[in-house]
């Protein structure tokens, strides 16, 4: 070959080289952790590595519930879990070719080495990268959700299976239910955390979440009705077993009805959450978005965002719906008169709150509240 037709190869196209063919995450990770130039170099190949690899953690929550197929027929299909547990992988093969539903824990070495849930972020080696980016700063948060999008918009608004170990120390369940997976979108993630920056963000994006309501729900089929995931407002999307444990509504919910299997816990759209957590002005931002906080939503057993501010005295947001109830968007006399699946009333979660007088400041805001909308109403009805 003549020397004047020859290209020279210089060692950061070498570099480049090795890094475009390398498809092992931890392998690009020693890369980049051994100079600035490399992390530059490996960073979006990482980004494109892990968003790929989070695809098989994409749920149809049918899958777990109604025993439908996973979202994914090939080996994609199979979790962390399974791919560092052979037995698992066998397992859920098994699983695959009879249908059968398996909601057992996972194993906690291949998904969290933290014993409880609450206590702890999710494990960064453990989440999907939207998740994690739902935890970040603002600035970071989004900028990651930015690139994610880019590379595949179907992961802003999915449904990716989490670590779901109980929360023991404060679990409001009995002890020896285990709950085995969690099925959350970063809406939800960001509500539990209060980062209203990242709410805001993913809200801007509602049209993504087409996803979830057209390819993540195919089990409903008769199920489909007009209060179903069909037509619901993509804010209200449940999130199917979360962390809500610091709320104190599901002892009232579960009150003289023993709870056999991790199915007859209710789901949680991203404003329970937020409410659960405490998290008043990601709540509000999320109402104001258009969450449903008067009636339950689906797969939530009945239990409605007012009965859990009530249950936990949140007066500020008790206050908030006081103050805006003039708005249509907070019109909605049935709340004060809903019933859970159980057949509970309302006024009943206030008996979740331990201090008398904090009960009836309680009271009396619900009381304020009915009267604000017999007031609306009573125009309509004359």
Aim: hydrophobic fraction near 40%; glycine fraction near 4%; charged fraction near 20%.
């Amino acid at each position: 070959m003549d020397e004047r037709t020859m290209t020279p190869i210089f060692p950061c196209e070498i570099f480049q080289l090795i890094v475009h063919e390398t498809r092992d995450f931890e392998t690009l990770r020693a890369l980049s952790l051994t100079s600035k130039a490399l992390s530059i170099m490996t960073t979006p190949h990482m980004l494109r590595l892990a968003v790929t690899q989070d695809a098989r953690r994409i749920r149809d929550p049918g899958f777990l519930v109604y025993g439908g197929r996973a979202l994914f027929d090939d080996d994609s299909n199979i979790n962390a879990a399974t791919i560092q547990d052979p037995e698992g992988a066998k397992a859920q093969s098994r699983r695959k070719q009879t249908g059968q539903v398996d909601l057992a824990p996972e194993p906690d070495r291949a998904i969290s080495n933290h014993p409880r849930r609450c206590d702890q972020e999710i494990r960064d080696a453990a989440a999907p990268v939207v998740l994690w980016a739902a935890l970040q700063p603002p600035r970071l948060a989004t900028e990651l959700l930015a690139r994610v999008q880019h590379l595949d918009p179907k992961h802003i608004w999915s449904m990716f299976l989490v670590p779901s170990t109980a929360c023991r120390e404060h679990w409001p369940l009995p002890r020896h239910l285990a709950v085995g997976h969690a099925l959350e979108a970063p809406l939800h993630v960001a509500a539990r955390h209060g980062n209203t920056q990242v709410i805001r963000w993913l809200l801007q994006r509602q049209h993504l979440a087409v996803f979830a309501q057209s390819v993540l729900w195919p089990h409903l089929g008769q199920h489909r009705t007009s209060s179903s995931l069909g037509c619901m407002h993509p804010v209200n999307l449940p999130a199917i077993q979360p962390c809500v444990c610091p709320s104190h509504h599901l002892k009232v919910h579960f009150r003289d009805r023993p709870v056999q299997a991790p199915t007859d816990l209710p789901w949680a759209s991203a404003l329970h959450i937020a409410l659960a957590h405490s998290q008043l002005d990601a709540a509000k931002l999320l109402v104001d978005t258009g969450a449903d906080w008067a009636t339950g939503q689906y797969g939530t057993k009945g239990i409605s965002a007012l009965m859990i501010a009530t249950a936990n005295a949140l007066f500020p947001f008790l206050d908030y719906l006081i103050d805006a109830y003039h708005q249509p968007c907070f019109q909605s006399p049935s709340a004060i008169h809903w019933e859970d699946g159980f057949s509970i009333h309302i006024k009943d979660y206030a008996l979740a709150v331990g201090s008398v007088p904090e009960r009836r400041m309680v009271t009396r805001r619900l009381a304020a509240l009915e009267a604000r909308f017999s007031k609306t109403q009573a125009p309509d009805d004359s």
